[in-house]
């Protein structure tokens, strides 16, 4: 059973930063394409970003530019780093693979408020 446990969220102002992070439990993922995806009050879950195992990226327009996916397979974790942070990225943050989802983790929660 694989575990999934989002870390990193808090309140921060617009034009911010923060980093989150996820680790993979129980599983070697070093070889899977992995995900952020986020959910805002109100609104179904969205894809944000993708990383390949090798690297490789993917955003969607309204972050790209400022959030960057990254990953250390030693550590089976994730990360994000948000910059220039605004209102609208207020929502919680998950981890997952990009298709077969493991179980969702718990989820980190970003606040963008002044």
């Known amino acids: 059973q694989v575990q999934l446990v989002e870390s990193g969220g808090g309140l921060v102002q617009p034009g911010g930063s923060l980093r989150l992070s996820c680790a993979a439990e129980?599983?070697?993922?070093?070889?899977?394409?992995m995900a952020w995806y986020r959910q805002a009050p109100g609104k179904r879950r969205e894809f944000v970003a993708r990383i390949s195992s090798s690297g490789a990226t993917y955003y969607i327009d309204a972050v790209k530019g400022r959030f960057t996916i990254s990953r250390d397979n030693a550590k089976n974790t994730v990360f994000l780093q948000m910059n220039s942070v605004q209102a609208m990225d207020t929502a919680a943050y998950y981890c997952?693979?990009?298709?077969?989802?493991?179980?969702w983790g718990q989820g980190t929660q970003v606040t963008v408020s002044s």
């Open positions: 997952n693979r990009v298709s077969s989802w493991w179980s």
């Open positions: 129980g599983t070697d993922f070093s070889s899977t394409e």
